[in-house]
């Protein structure tokens, strides 16, 4: 059996009554680049924030290299793993939001600093040097020094991005990273991830660029109603619907407009 | 109004007025630095306690807002040696006052706390920091930010409230005056006085106030 | 210790209580009053371009937030007599506690005019409405929906003010309070009973602001 870098079985989450992921099943090898579409509701942000364990989860495991994530299961009882257990379990994927969340008090290379210093235990020195490397890999080594409110959203995204992966995840998870821009900020942030995909990271998008997600990735999951819809590679996706409310849901998407 | 025979009076009355303004000035510290300490534990309970604990802290504080600060002073002055606490009048009005302050500071820190977007939690968890971490380099910076400014305006709050004290018998700055003015008659310019001298301490600690802000703020 | 409760004495003389505490409303209410219409007037004045207006305004505003409210009390009632300044004891304390109000609600009014957007004053020019007409049917009522709850919190505390007229004897709730504490000795039930009846006529203005704000909030 081939190691898989995430393997999410029968993925069930709940907010109170409402069961908004219906068993999931997913697996993702080292490289893969997949996306996520779906209309708002279908629990594909909610999928990608139970990997980070942002959002507890009912049922179901998620594995990254085969390390069951967020639960154990000791004697038929499950239960939460230690707080400091998932806070390491955490670095091992990088996140990047949608509202960008940069700490507004630390200039930008102290925000990708941060997670190096304390969780990496990395020195100020070595974690300045990295972090330094990452900003300018996001073009962004001359604005080190600013802070986020100094920065328009796109730069602020970029050290958002630099910031999760200076911390060297295994997967990158982007969840609508381009949904709180204005239009002409939005392709920097998309050539950013691009470059990044071609270098080989692995990496799972949530998002609402249909030709982005065309183009980047090598494979595209249609979330509907909690579960899979359909998936499959970009060009069958996009170009041969098998699913009604896939080619529905394309319809009403920006894929055929640009 | 004679400004000389006033003068003189003041003059005459130097070491009672500086020693009332000592005392105003140690009991509006000492009830700042108590009520501090216990206003950034109630501001905590309030916002990360478990259910119970956070339940009578709550109560706490709405008891104590809802509490003129003369009540909780008098209260505190003839409760506390009823039922055998033997406090100086200056004690039991510094612990009024640091009572009042704490229900201030608490729902400053809570206020604070929770301005803060969800989202940076979030992020400081997604890069792998536990909560003590996550305290300790991003919310609690940012808390404090924004409280500074707040908590510098309770300091001239305590201020004001000393004044109070002198109904119980504490010899702070109005009592004094209140002497004075008893013994000369110049209630006009000793009231007027005091309430400069009072007007200075505060108008200080608001500039202050402004500078710590000015100081203290995120470049945007 | 051995002190039982006993609450006997004090409802004895629950009727005392209730009709301080109907005096500490009333004096709130004239003065909060008067002082609204202090304070709108000040407010104006505060964010007018006009340094004739706001000047003034500003330093009465610094004045009186800078000074403690019990030295404004004593100063009214024993010192302005001097001056022929003489008013009798509920007056007096009604004079100061307007006073105070208007320096505090100009404050709350102000913020509330502040954002109010431009484009709302452009708005009614556009459609010819006179600069007043834009003040009394625009500006005014959308301001007084944006400081509902700062001037509920501003009311609350000038409510709890009130019981600095103890001090000159005005016989409102703290005064009959700490009579009733020295004639009957039931010191903790007295002091319990006071606080208590703040604390629940707090929360009834609270609930009234917050009604108030219900009522007046637009749909959206």
Redesign the interface.
């Known amino acids: 059996m081939p190691n898989h870098l995430l393997e999410i079985r029968d993925l069930h989450k709940s907010y109170g009554d409402v069961e908004v992921l219906k068993g999931v099943d997913c697996t993702m090898a080292q490289g893969d680049v997949i996306s996520i579409i779906g209309s708002s509701g279908s629990g594909k942000t909610t999928m990608l924030r139970c990997i980070?364990?942002?959002e507890e989860f009912q049922g179901g495991t998620i594995s990254i290299d085969g390390e069951e994530i967020g639960y154990e299961t000791l004697g038929g009882q499950r239960r939460r793993k230690k707080?400091?257990e998932i806070?390491?379990q955490?670095?091992l994927?990088?996140?990047a939001?949608q509202?960008?969340?940069?700490?507004?008090?630390m200039s930008a290379a102290r925000n990708v600093m941060?997670?190096l210093m304390?969780?990496k235990k990395l020195s100020k020195d070595e974690a300045r040097s990295i972090a330094e490397k990452w900003l300018d890999r996001v073009g962004l080594l001359a604005r080190a020094d600013?802070?986020?409110?100094?920065l328009s959203g796109g730069q602020q995204q970029r050290v958002?991005i630099a910031?999760?992966i200076a911390?060297n995840p295994r997967l990158m998870l982007f969840d609508e990273v381009t949904s709180a821009l204005d239009p002409e900020l939005v392709n920097e942030v998309l050539q950013v991830i691009k470059s990044l995909a071609q270098d080989g990271m692995s990496m799972l998008l949530v998002t609402h660029e249909m030709r982005f997600a065309y183009e980047v990735s090598n494979r595209v999951i249609f979330m509907n109603q909690g579960r899979i819809g359909e998936e499959g590679n970009p060009r069958e996706m996009f170009h041969k619907p098998k699913s009604e409310r896939l080619s529905e849901f394309l319809k009403t998407s920006s894929f055929g407009e640009r | 109004m004679d400004i000389a025979h006033f003068l003189d009076i003041l003059w005459l009355a130097r070491i009672p007025i500086l020693k009332g303004l000592g005392f105003t000035i140690s009991i509006s510290l000492l009830a700042i630095c108590f009520g501090t300490l216990l206003g950034i534990f109630v501001g905590l309970a309030l916002t990360y306690g478990v259910r119970p604990l956070r339940w009578i802290v709550r109560g706490y504080t709405d008891f104590i807002r809802g509490t003129p600060v003369l009540v909780l002073v008098l209260a505190s002055y003839y409760v506390l040696s009823t039922i055998g606490l033997d406090l100086s009048p200056f004690q039991a009005g510094v612990l009024a006052l640091a009572v009042f302050c704490s229900s201030h500071v608490g729902e400053i820190v809570r206020g604070a706390l929770q301005a803060i977007p969800k989202g940076q939690t979030e992020a400081a968890k997604a890069i792998g920091l536990t909560f003590p971490q996550t305290f300790a380099y991003v919310l609690g910076p940012q808390a404090l930010r924004q409280v500074l400014p707040a908590w510098v305006n309770t300091a001239a709050e305590m201020v004001k409230a000393s004044t109070l004290l002198s109904i119980i018998g504490v010899a702070e700055l109005l009592l004094r005056t209140q002497e004075i003015i008893s013994r000369s008659f110049l209630s006009l310019e000793f009231y007027f006085f005091a309430g400069f001298l009072y007007f200075i301490i505060n108008y200080a600690i608001e500039r202050f106030g402004r500078y710590v802000e000015r100081k203290t703020a995120i470049p945007s | 210790m051995g002190y039982t409760l006993n609450f006997a004495a004090v409802w004895r003389s629950f009727d005392l209580l209730l009709e301080g505490l109907a005096l500490s409303l009333a004096l709130a209410f004239g003065a909060i009053l008067i002082g609204a219409a202090i304070g709108l007037f000040t407010a104006f004045c505060l964010i007018s371009k006009n340094g004739f207006a706001r000047r003034p305004a500003g330093i009465y505003v610094t004045i009186i937030r800078n000074t403690p409210i019990l030295v404004l009390v004593l100063f009214t009632y024993f010192a302005l007599p001097q001056l022929g300044f003489r008013l009798g004891k509920i007056e007096s304390f009604v004079f100061t506690l307007a006073l105070y109000s208007g320096a505090y609600l100009a404050e709350v009014f102000r913020a509330g005019l502040l954002s109010i957007p431009v484009g709302l004053r452009e708005a009614g020019l556009a459609i010819g409405l006179t600069e007043i007409q834009i003040q009394t049917s625009i500006i005014a009522p959308l301001m007084f929906r944006n400081v509902l709850p700062s001037l509920s919190s501003t009311i609350i505390s000038l409510f709890k003010d009130t019981s600095l007229a103890a001090a000159i004897a005005v016989p409102e709730l703290t005064f009959e309070a700490r009579k009733i504490n020295v004639e009957t000795f039931r010191v903790i039930e007295t002091w319990i009973v006071a606080s208590c009846l703040y604390v629940i006529t707090c929360s009834i203005l609270a609930a009234l602001m917050r009604a108030l704000e219900r009522r007046l909030s637009v749909p959206r």
């Open positions: 980070n364990m942002l707080e400091k806070a390491r955490r670095a994927t990088g996140m939001f509202q960008f969340n940069l700490f507004p008090h941060l997670g304390k969780v600013h802070f986020p409110g100094q958002a910031r999760a911390m």
